[in-house]
């Protein structure tokens, strides 16, 4: 079918918005904690982290979902997923049921024995009869834990005129990155000929030594394929039911399975993809937004990224003394904040953070509800959501101090969290 032209929200944006997108059903795995992003996530599942000053990393494949015209959409929820789950009711409760639009969570509850998910193919698995009385023509399965924008309108219709039984979104990664993804080697008609899930020497793009081709974790099934392929998965006892290990490599050998690359659906000319699985991933994710000219662009009219709006004032600064000036550079500043006489340098605020005088925040990531009281130094931080950063305190200029106290990552960043000052945020 021919892709419609949506002229609604800019000129001549082509999308795949047609009866294959109608018949799709998105699957977002959201279940998994990150725990590379350490204490980030010891109260929270890796999706739900906040990310770019107001929104949470899944609201980027959410989005996407809503752009491409795929408006019924399950996250499917495990480790941690009250703040996921109060983000998804808040944010995403426009879709309308009455012309079977939905944004449900199907959390991790049993269906399927006794056990909880045991990896990304029994958490599908287990909702199988879910699918089945949404009775879609295709499924995609969406990692929720990646930042980009995607129309998987044109993936889908790409699975569908090559006869596709398994579709797998793929993009160049460095070959010394390669190890923490899928690697595929594939044919001059994109047919998948070679999967190794996370190797140890991953192998690189003929004709490109520096490069891999990694899998994005974003999958589109024929809706019968995936049912026979799980129901057979889930009675291996040798299996360990994931996607990655074991039903892609199955695929290669007995079905049709198709790699689409990731720029052929891109909807921004920078090919801006990051798995912020890292601290310093995250950091560096998040400062790259107060660059002049971003690789991520979140002005972008024709591509929005919905999420929940809270109710709050703009954001102020207050003094204008040459000992005492409110003021940010270079910096993005949420709702909410409160800048009295502090200086914001290259650095992103979260919503409601207050920030007191003769205070210097530096390249640095301040989540939600933080207060930074006067006379401290902050540089390249990442400062965990409702911490108080105490008068006088200098963060981010010693590392052998700061490792005493915080976590300080290999690139130098230091993550901060009230528990690691003795502000046990979550006890009763």
Not at 82 to 92: A, M, P, T
Not at 144 to 152: A, L, N, Q, S, V
């Amino acid at each position: 079918m021919a892709p419609q032209t949506d002229n609604s929200m800019g000129p001549q944006m082509e999308r795949n918005i047609s009866k294959l997108t109608a018949n799709t059903v998105a699957l977002v795995l959201a279940g998994g904690r990150g725990s590379r992003l350490k204490d980030l996530t010891n109260w929270r599942a890796k999706p739900a982290v906040p990310f770019g000053g107001k929104f949470r990393i899944i609201d980027f494949p959410m989005s996407n979902c809503i752009n491409s015209g795929i408006r019924r959409i399950s996250v499917l929820t495990q480790y941690k997923s009250h703040s996921l789950q109060r983000h998804l009711q808040r944010g995403w409760s426009f879709m309308s049921g009455q012309f079977g639009e939905f944004v449900e969570v199907l959390p991790a509850q049993q269906r399927k024995g006794e056990g909880w998910y045991a990896g990304t193919a029994d958490a599908v698995y287990q909702n199988l009869d879910i699918i089945r009385h949404y009775n879609p023509e295709y499924v995609v399965i969406l990692a929720g834990d990646h930042i980009y924008k995607m129309d998987y309108g044109k993936m889908i219709a790409a699975h569908v005129a090559k006869g596709a039984d398994i579709t797998v979104g793929c993009i160049p990664v460095p070959l010394e990155e390669a190890k923490a993804f899928g690697v595929m080697g594939i044919d001059d008609d994109s047919r998948i000929t070679e999967f190794a899930e996370k190797p140890s020497n991953p192998k690189p793009i003929p004709g490109d030594e520096g490069q891999a081709l990694a899998s994005m974790g974003i999958y589109v099934f024929s809706k019968q394929y995936l049912r026979d392929r799980l129901v057979a998965d889930a009675i291996n006892k040798a299996s360990t039911h994931d996607f990655g290990h074991d039903l892609i490599p199955h695929s290669i050998k007995h079905a049709n399975a198709f790699a689409f690359p990731f720029m052929a659906g891109n909807t921004s000319a920078s090919g801006y993809w990051r798995d912020v699985g890292t601290i310093d991933a995250y950091w560096e994710a998040n400062i790259n937004l107060c660059d002049i000219a971003p690789e991520l662009n979140l002005y972008d009219k024709n591509w929005p990224i919905w999420t929940h709006q809270e109710q709050l004032p703009p954001a102020k600064f207050a003094f204008d003394d040459d000992e005492r000036r409110g003021h940010a550079i270079d910096s993005l500043v949420s709702g909410g904040c409160l800048v009295t006489g502090a200086t914001i340098r290259h650095s992103l605020l979260f919503s409601s953070v207050r920030v007191h005088s003769h205070t210097l925040v530096e390249d640095s990531v301040i989540l939600p509800d933080v207060e930074i009281r006067h006379n401290c130094r902050i540089k390249r931080c990442v400062i965990g959501k409702s911490t108080i950063i105490p008068e006088g305190t200098v963060i981010g200029e010693d590392p052998v101090e700061d490792a005493k106290r915080f976590h300080v990552s290999e690139g130098g960043i230091v993550l901060v969290t009230p528990e690691m000052l003795g502000q046990n945020m979550h006890e009763a």
